[in-house]
């Protein structure tokens, strides 16, 4: 069983919608959760990080974990063609250094 | 300040030899991470540097490959007999100790023909 899990899509959403991203992870003793952004042949950039349960908001992003369900997602509010990207999700255990990243969501904004 | 350096942007090799990627993290990162992103695949751990301590290698996936870290800056990472199975992005990235936030350099795309 993979350590984080997300689905490969691709997720294709119109402009101006809401893109939601999920993610699982299979240890419950994960207390760091990260979502970066990774453009065709670029770096992944950090945008969000969130470590305690319920919803956290940076602009038009949102970043939800319940650790009860082992599940962190991501929501992009008035996504725009910009937000077309890759989009990883990290954890880390807390108990070392290790940080496991999903295979990664692909994401298309249609204009 | 400067971001995270890695060099070569690109390196083509030939099965069987050796390559050395370079890695200068942002001044004052005391945490630096090296990782293997394959096609369409995630990042793989391969090793982490924090300071002075002893480097977590769990993750490098043969005796063939290696890293050091000098005066707790620079790092270069070693692969030895290279095979076509190696090529991939190379990804360094760095952080101040105790912050999980990671900074990622551009990468070293290699090509093992």
């Known amino acids: 069983q993979k350590e984080v899990e997300q689905n490969s899509g691709p997720l294709s959403v119109p402009e101006g919608a809401i893109a939601s991203l999920n993610c699982t992870y299979s240890?419950?003793?994960?207390?760091?959760f990260f979502w970066y952004r990774q453009y065709s042949g670029k770096s992944p950039e950090l945008i969000m990080s969130?470590?305690?349960?319920g919803d956290k908001e940076d602009g038009r992003f949102t970043a939800q974990l319940n650790k009860a369900s082992q599940y962190v997602s991501l929501l992009i509010r008035d996504s725009q063609p910009s937000d077309s990207a890759t989009y990883l999700c990290?954890?880390?255990?807390?108990?070392?250094?290790?940080?496991?990243f999903g295979t990664g969501t692909s994401l298309t904004v249609i204009p | 300040g400067a971001g995270v350096s890695q060099s070569p942007s690109n390196k083509v090799t030939e099965k069987g030899k050796d390559v050395e990627l370079r890695c200068d993290p942002i001044?004052?990162?005391?945490?630096l991470y090296w990782y293997r992103q394959s096609l369409g695949q995630g990042l793989e751990f391969l090793i982490y540097?924090?300071?002075?301590?002893?480097?977590?290698k769990s993750g490098l996936p043969s005796d063939r490959f290696s890293a050091e870290r000098t005066g707790g800056s620079v790092s270069t990472l070693t692969i030895q007999r290279t095979q076509q199975e190696d090529s991939a992005v190379y990804l360094c990235?760095?952080?101040?100790?105790?912050?999980?936030?990671?900074?990622f350099g551009a990468g070293t795309r290699l090509s093992v023909l």
């Open positions: 990235a760095s952080s101040f100790f105790g912050e999980n936030i990671q900074y």
């Open positions: 240890d419950r003793v994960s207390q760091s």
């Open positions: 969130i470590y305690s349960n």
């Open positions: 990290a954890v880390n255990k807390g108990t070392g250094n290790q940080f496991y």
């Open positions: 001044s004052g990162h005391t945490a």
């Open positions: 540097f924090q300071g002075n301590s002893a480097p977590d």
